[in-house]
């Protein structure tokens, strides 16, 4: 199993400040005998529905001296980790949480912004000092 990512506590309790429930820590993704890990599983019970809305997060840190290089590991994770919930069949949607900062300098890139676009990514953006969610983006 991977190592937590240093912002793993403050992604998982902005999501609990959100009014999500962690439903697993880390959550493994099983198909065709393969098996890999992401970082959790959430889920927030909708009042109108008796089964809650359910999604997957990978949280990336972008610490390495080389963001490009970050990005190509994170996208290539995130695309492997939502075609295999696609071919469970799991119905989850999947979401790639960085750092505000990271996502005001290095997203706004017009190529990130390309990729993320064409890639149809779902990014969660958090405050790692106040432990919140700073927005939720579907591209």
């Excluded at 949280?59 to 290089?69: D, G, H, V, W």
């Excluded at 390309?114 to 405050?127: D, E, P, S, W």
């Amino acid at each position: 199993m991977p190592a937590k990512d240093i912002y793993h506590d403050a992604v998982k309790n902005a999501l609990i400040k959100d009014g999500w429930t962690i439903i697993a820590d880390p959550y493994t993704i099983e198909y065709e005998g393969e098996n890999l890990y992401t970082d959790l599983l959430v889920e927030r019970t909708l009042l109108a529905q008796q089964k809650g809305k359910r999604i997957v997060v990978e949280i990336k840190s972008f610490i390495n001296p080389s963001p490009m290089n970050d990005f190509q590991k994170a996208l290539g994770q995130y695309l492997l980790y939502r075609d295999f919930l696609e071919f469970s069949q799991k119905d989850y949607e999947i979401y790639l949480a960085i750092k505000n900062g990271v996502f005001n300098t290095f997203f706004q890139r017009t190529s990130i912004q390309a990729v993320v676009k064409r890639h149809q990514m779902k990014l969660l953006v958090f405050n790692d000092t106040k432990e919140e969610i700073s927005s939720w983006i579907k591209s």
